[in-house]
Structures are given as C-alpha cells and as structure tokens.
C-alpha cells in the first residue's frame, strides 16, 4: 500500500477576557486584558521544503507506471519475459508456451522496505520486488534470487545473459535445430574419462547422470532433472543440479561426500554430438560427447 504523509495542524483558540461594570455612576477600574498573539502562518524553511519534495519523490517513485514495460529474467537458462501494464495486471510468459497472469501493488512491508508485490489471479503472492532507484532492473532476493532487466537496458546488461535463452544465442539454437528432437537425447555419450547417461524419466522430465573418473578409487557425479525445451531444442536443468564426489573403499563399499544441490546446466545435441554446458561450475568446457 503506498504510504501516505500527512500533516496535522494545530488550530489555537484566541479567548478575550471580556470586564463589566458593577455600578453605573463609578467607571469601574479598567481591566487589564492580555491579547493572547494571533496565529501566524509559519514561513517555510528551507529544511521543511526538503522534506515535503522527498515525501512527494519516494511516492511518485514507488508507483506501478514506474515499472511498466517488457523485463526479461536473467542469470537462468529458461528464462522468462515478464510484461507489466498500465493499469497494474501482468503477464509472465514462458519460453516454452504458456503464460501466468496476475496484479501489481506497491506494499511497505514490517521493516518499513517498498515492495512491487506480484499476486496470481488467485491470489497467491508470486515475488516481491524491491523499490529501488535503479528501475532497470527488479531484484527478489525472498523468492529465489529472481532478477528481471527491463528492455531498454539488455545491452547494458549483456554480461548478466550469459545463458542459452540470450536472445541471439537463442535464435542460432533454434535455427539449427532442425532433425533435433527429445528422443535425440536419450542414451549414453562418453568423452575421455566423462559418461553421460540420459533417460525419459517420464512427465516430460529427462534423468540426466554424469560421472567423471578422477582415478581408480574417486569420481565425481553430477545428476539433473531436465526439462526438453522446444524452441531451442536443448535439455535445460535450471538449479537443481547435484554434484557428489564419490570414494571407492576397499570393503567395496562407497563414501559420498555432496558438494552442491543448486546446479544449473543444459546439453545441446547438434549433427551426432553433445555438448554439456555448465553453468555453476563450467565444468563441461570444450568437451565434445559422441554416442
């Protein structure tokens, strides 16, 4: 809700004391009345004016209309195109198809912080965006890290798109993904000492299983759950990736010790070959996997 600054004034009641006569051939003693002072309209200071500017700012900047236009989602490999109108409802569409439709409003919250709050046509609370003097971007640090760039400043914000939904890398995916579909994935790809093992895990999902021999008795294993985007026709695992590194004991048994559960990554299959991008590690570069 925006917050409102009001000014209370004070009104002062001017009362007159007023004397009268007890016998009307003797004056009485004149009384002695004080004039209590007239209220004044106090002068402006220059401090008083700093402040009713900066109230009427931080309203006008905390509006929807601030927000209005084409954000696209960054540092993620699915990314997202949200749209807020005029009139305060938006749309978030989806790289795959689909969209999700809602309401903006601008709240303060219990530590006194000006959110853009983003609730679904039912009501839910989807993200929370900070209010801050840098419009070109939203930031929502409370739902997951979520960063949108606002249109106009993509190209600033180039280094932040280093996924495979920038927009130019996107295009070239798509273009040269004709004869690439979901089953094209599916089996397992080897380079030196690295396997990939991808299977249908069912309900459009894809078990992507990776295991990198370091020697003998250690390696390390990577495991994501992807999602088949059509547009690029790529495999994309957006912060759910595991890495464990595993140690081979001699009783035969096996010690996992896990080092990440937030990997993001995606695998791109063009002309017989696959390629792992990794986004949290890099670790798949200049790979190349056959069959």
Not at 134 to 147: A, I, M, T
Not at 260 to 288: C, H, P, Q, S
Request: with cysteine.
């Amino acid at each position: 809700m925006k917050k409102k600054f009001l000014m209370a004034a004070a009104i002062l009641s001017v009362s007159a004391v007023v004397a009268g006569c007890t016998n009307n051939d003797v004056p009485a003693e004149p009384q002695n009345v004080v004039e209590e002072p007239q209220d004044q309209q106090e002068e402006p200071t220059e401090e008083t004016e700093a402040t009713e500017e900066t109230g009427d700012s931080a309203e006008e900047a905390s509006g929807v209309d601030v927000i209005t236009g084409t954000w696209y989602e960054t540092d993620v490999l699915d990314s997202r195109t949200l749209t807020v109108n005029n009139d305060g409802s938006y749309e978030l569409a989806y790289r795959g198809g689909g969209a999700a439709y809602g309401t903006v409003s601008v709240e303060t919250d219990d530590n006194g912080a000006v959110k853009y709050c983003f609730y679904e046509e039912d009501g839910t609370l989807w993200a929370a965006f900070d209010c801050n003097e840098r419009v070109s971007d939203l930031y929502s640090e409370d739902d997951g890290g979520l960063h949108f760039v606002g249109s106009e400043y993509v190209d600033e914000n180039e280094d932040s798109f280093d996924t495979l939904n920038d927009f130019e890398d996107a295009e070239f995916l798509h273009e040269t993904s004709e004869g690439v579909d979901a089953e094209s994935y599916e089996g397992m790809w080897a380079c030196d000492r690295c396997s990939i093992t991808i299977e249908d895990a069912g309900n459009g999902e894809y078990s992507v299983y990776i295991t990198w021999a370091n020697s003998a008795e250690e390696c390390a294993e990577w495991l994501y759950t992807c999602t088949y985007d059509e547009y690029t026709a790529t495999l994309v695992c957006d912060g759910t990736g595991t890495l464990s590194n595993v140690v081979y004991k001699d009783d035969g048994t096996e010690d996992y010790t896990d080092v990440y559960t937030d990997g993001t990554a995606a695998f791109i299959m063009r002309e017989g070959t696959l390629t792992w991008l990794d986004m949290k590690e890099n670790a798949g570069d200049g790979m190349v996997f056959m069959p």
